[in-house]
């Protein structure tokens, strides 16, 4: 909806992947830190907000401007992804 709509467009919130501080850890990083999510079909570089989440969870926006889980990842819900830190 706000393709073509700049001034819009710069108002939309920061890309984040939400995750608990053990998954966090495990892979590398920590709240404040960046995450690469990564499948076989693509990846996404993100900053982490350590959250209030189970272990081994991800969350990150379906759909936002430098953001496209579907499209970049294939993946939806429950989709199996990788976890590292950025080189």
Do not use: N, Y
């Not at 992947?17 to 053990?22: K, L, Q, T, V």
């Not at 892979?27 to 081994?56: E, F, I, L, N, W």
Request: glycine share 12%; charged share 20%; with cysteine.
């Amino acid at each position: 909806m706000s393709d073509g709509e700049p001034f819009l467009a710069g108002t939309a919130r920061p890309v984040v992947a939400r995750m608990s501080a053990a998954t966090a850890a495990g892979a590398g990083t920590a709240d404040g830190g960046k995450v690469t999510v990564a499948t076989d079909s693509g990846s996404v570089t993100a900053d982490v907000r350590v959250a209030d989440m189970p272990d081994r969870v991800v969350w990150l926006p379906a759909h936002s401007r430098d953001c496209e889980v579907r499209r970049q990842l294939g993946a939806g819900h429950g989709t199996l992804v990788t976890l590292r830190s950025p080189q």
